[in-house]
T-cell receptor, first 114, second 110 residues
Framework: DAGITQSPRHKVTETGTPVTLRCHQT?????MYWYRQDPGHGLRLIHY???????DKGEVSDGYSVSRSKTEDFLLTLESATSSQTSVYFC?????????????FGPGTRLTVT | SQQGEEDPQALSIQEGENATMNCSYK?????LQWYRQNSGRGLVHLIL?????REKHSGRLRVTLDTSKKSSSLLITASRAADTASYFC??????????FGGGTRLMVKP
């Protein structure tokens, strides 16, 4: 988890409210990723970023948006949270200069939508 | 959809025994990686094997890759209670995105 922090670590919110999760890195890695982890599904990619203001969709992007205004921060926003978005969210980073695409993960954010 | 599928989903062994986990995938890959996740924590990278490699070792870990069968195995020798965790394989197809399997939950009993 070194060099990657996520905030908040736990959050309970109500259906229909907006939620923003933050990932912060001190490693100056170019790529940043948001995953969700659900029982029986492993980790699924939501969105990723390949540079400041450069983002792209992953496998399960519906209902999520992201922004990256600085190298070190990658924000995940649920515009209107739904119960199906209850999950554990992980941020990860990687950089091709560091090796062939191994990823380093943050500690996770547990989100409950009631 | 998951590119990698681990087998078994759960494995319980005694300390000192070897643990073997398997991963199957569907499409061609650049490399395959294995990660460990302790309960309540993020994933930690264990080992990477490239598509042109057949076997790789790191400490008590041994990974094999059979691209003709689209499968990989992770062997943990002389397991310890501290090896209790979930283990995930992840395939790298495009060089910047990994696709993870559902994981194998390993319990090592002291």
């Amino acid at each position: 988890d070194a060099g990657i922090t996520q905030s908040p670590r736990h959050k309970v919110t109500e259906t229909g409210t907006p939620v923003t999760l933050r990932c912060h890195q001190t490693e100056n890695h170019r790529y940043m990723y948001w995953y969700r982890q659900d029982p029986g599904h492993g980790l699924r990619l939501i969105h990723y970023s390949y540079g400041v203001k450069d983002t792209d969709k992953g496998e399960v992007s519906d209902g999520y948006s992201v922004s990256r205004s600085k190298t070190e921060d990658f924000l995940l926003t649920l515009e209107s949270a739904t119960s199906s978005q209850t999950s554990v969210y992980f941020c990860a980073i990687s950089d091709p200069k560091q090796g062939p695409w191994e990823q380093y993960f943050g500690p996770g954010t547990r989100l409950t939508v009631t | 959809s998951q590119q990698g599928e681990e087998d078994p989903q759960a494995l319980s062994i005694q300390e000192g025994e070897n643990a073997t986990m398997n991963c199957s995938y569907k499409t061609s890959i650049n490399n395959l990686q294995w990660y460990r996740q302790n309960s309540g924590r993020g994933l930690v990278h264990l080992i990477l094997i490239r598509s042109n490699e057949r076997e790789k070792h790191s400490g008590r870990l041994r990974v094999t890759l059979d691209t003709s069968k689209k499968s990989s195995s992770l062997l943990i020798t002389a397991s310890r209670a501290a090896d209790t965790a979930s283990y995930f394989c992840a395939t790298d197809r495009a060089g910047n995105m990994l696709t993870f399997g559902g994981g194998t939950r390993l319990m090592v009993k002291p």
